[in-house]
C-alpha cells in the first residue's frame, strides 16, 4: 500500500519547536518532491515547505521562512518538518504530499491526502 504518514504534531507554547515527521511506505520518497502543507480550520490547505528530490534545493513561503526547515533522510525514507519560533498562526493540521513549486505556489495534484497531524500553537 503506498501512503505517506504524518506525525510529531502536539501543543506547544509561542515560541516553541515541535519536528514532523512524514514516513514513505510501499513507494521510495527519494524519488519525489516533496512538500509540507497545512490547512487551519476555515481556511484553505497551502504549501509552505518543498524540498527537491535531485538536489536538495527548498523552497518556504514567506510566512515560515527563517522558522522552518525541510530535510530528507533517505535512508529512512523520511522527510522532516522542524519548525521554530512557532507562533498561533501555524496552528493547522499539517500534511506532506508529493509537489512542485509553481510561480511561487507549493501545489500537488494528489488525490487523497493522509490523515495529517495537528499542530496547535497556544498559551
Known amino acids: 500500500q503506498v501512503q505517506l504518514v504524518e506525525s510529531g504534531g502536539g501543543l506547544v507554547q509561542p515560541g516553541g519547536s515541535l519536528r514532523l515527521s512524514c514516513v514513505a511506505s510501499g513507494f521510495t520518497l527519494d524519488n519525489y518532491n516533496i512538500g509540507w502543507f497545512r490547512q487551519a480550520p476555515g481556511k484553505e490547505r497551502e504549501g509552505v515547505s518543498f524540498?527537491?528530490?535531485?538536489?536538495?534545493?527548498?523552497y518556504y513561503v514567506d510566512s515560515v521562512k527563517g522558522r522552518f526547515t525541510i530535510s530528507r533522510d533517505n535512508a529512512k525514507n523520511t522527510v522532516y518538518l522542524q519548525m521554530n519560533s512557532l507562533k498561533p498562526e501555524d496552528t493547522a493540521v499539517y500534511y506532506c504530499a508529493p509537489a512542485d513549486v509553481v510561480h511561487g505556489l507549493i501545489i500537488s495534484e494528489i488525490d487523497y491526502w493522509g490523515q495529517g497531524t495537528q499542530v496547535t500553537v497556544s498559551s
Open positions: 524540498i527537491d528530490d535531485g538536489d536538495g534545493s527548498t
